[in-house]
């Protein structure tokens, strides 16, 4: 069992930053694959970032650029900086695992 706690939520002007962490209940270099996901609502889930234990990294299309994911594996912890945040980018934010097991997610707001 892996426990993941999401923190950094908040409300926020467009154009704002925000990081969001992700912490987790073992040591995260032993697992493979960690990525971040976001629901807006009415609508699916999506991937939103993920990063390998080899530190690949993917994006969706809509943040390459705005947002980048990275891990610290000392405090077994997985970031997502994000900048130049649009209104587009309110979301319930999860982080995962590749397990898979969920956190129960931060809501970012960005005010227009």
């Known amino acids: 069992q892996v426990t993941l706690v999401e923190s950094g939520g908040g409300l926020v002007q467009a154009g704002g930053s925000l990081r969001l962490s992700c912490e987790a209940s073992?040591?995260?270099?032993?697992?493979?694959?960690m990525s971040w996901h976001r629901q807006a609502q009415g609508k699916e889930r999506e991937l939103v970032a993920g990063i390998t234990d080899g530190g690949y990294t993917n994006y969706a299309d809509s943040v390459k650029g705005r947002f980048t994911i990275s891990r610290d594996n000392a405090k077994n912890t997985v970031y997502l900086q994000m900048s130049g945040l649009k209104p587009d980018d309110t979301a319930i934010y999860y982080c995962?695992?590749?397990?898979?097991?969920w956190g129960r997610g931060t809501q970012v707001t960005v005010s227009s």
């Open positions: 073992i040591s995260i270099s032993t697992i493979n694959y």
């Open positions: 995962k695992t590749h397990h898979p097991y």
